[in-house]
């Protein structure tokens, strides 16, 4: 029985704490990273020297620190820290939350509510917030690690600040490392090779970082472990990328963008890292065709056929040996010489489309199926091009009261070199046509 009941006025162990809890910051200065933020200079360090902390989201990924920094702004102002989730919290919830910091308020005590992935609220729970952040029933730190702009409406971003927290580097996991080495009272079993392993398994997750650290320690061990001996008892984290999130956005921003630098180990590290997070290879598929019409166009034809050539052989192949042939089209693609004439041409082409939209085609290049049509002038006075010297008439194609445009302007660059030729030469007999 007495195993099953406290022994009256003996203290109860305290349970088992995880180390990331024993380790969390207890002020500010402590916290690792984010300098840019928490420094003298920074926008929260600024707000904690002026005593003015307003309303804020932090986004950034997941092991930055958000939730440690929301408790420890709440103890810097002398605030009522209440924490919630987006995802187990309801409309009731809320209301009882609400009054609860209102009657904070009229005890004279502010409430800091922090909310976790406050992106998970719909729009109408997010607009509930509002009215009590006006009248300074909560102070609101919403944190997330979604795009700010795309998840969280207008009027909501416009009462707090966004305060972008960035992934923790290889130095401030290593610091993190040591903090946990000097809580647990000893040194990692890992020699220097497997110790850089294990900081770069985490991937600028602190908390993750710590969590790989128990594991290690909970292990007995005779020596310290190695790289490739770390390797096979530790699954490395998986990384970050979201296929409907601004990850996707920004790494297929970073392959088409080294793709147009002519950096093709940067497009295949990239190409590589999609196909890691589990991207379709034909969403990569298609956008590697499209970068070969926007980037290098007439430049290299070639590489557009090379692009639907590595797609169908993807489809005939499948996965993993067809994302070889995408790889391919990829680093010819980032060889070949870049245009964007065609391009740029085709948009200013729209843009006068809609500009003279109304404006009919000159009569001498209008059909005329009907007898009518030919008595009222269609087709009237065209010249057959072939039947001209050079097989060029240059005749006018615009309609009567729009200016000649100049939209194609190719670049002296692969294969528009030549076409850049054929536009000066039909420039020169197109002159030489109308002034005859």
Known sequence: MSDLFDTPGKPVPEAPRPL??????????EVIGQGHVLGPDGPLGAMIAAHSLSSLILWGPPGVGKTTIARLLAHESDLAFVQISAIFTGVPDLRKM???????RQNGQGT?????????????????FLPYMEDGTILLVGATTENPSFELNAALLSRA???ILERLNLTDLELLAQRAEKDLNRALPLNGDAREALIEMADGDGRALLNLIEQITAWKLDKPLTRDQLATRLMRRASKYDKSGEEHYNLISALHKSVRGSDPDAALYWFARMLEGGEDPRFLARRITRMAVEDIGLADPQAQQICLESWN???????????????QALVYLALAPK??????AYKAARASARETGSQPPPLHIRNAPTKLMKDIGYGAGYA???????????QNYFPDD????????????GFERELKKRIDYFVKLRAKRNDS
Request: glycine letters at 4%; proline letters at 6%.
């Open 313 to 327: 052989t993807y489809e005939r192949l499948g996965s993993p040996e067809g994302e070889l042939a995408l790889a």
């Open 98 to 104: 609400f009054e609860s910091a209102k009657i904070r």
């Open 161 to 163: 600040q966004v305060i």
């Open 384 to 394: 057959y091009d072939h039947d001209a010297e050079d097989s060029f008439s240059g």
């Open 112 to 128: 800091l509510l922090f909310v976790d992935e406050i992106h998970r609220f719909n729009k109408a729970q997010q607009d509930g």
């Open 339 to 344: 245009s964007n004439a065609v391009y740029t």
């Open 20 to 29: 990331a809890d024993r380790l969390r910051p207890r002020t500010l200065s």
């Open 402 to 413: 729009m200016k000649r445009p100049i939209y194609y302007t190719p670049p002296e660059r």
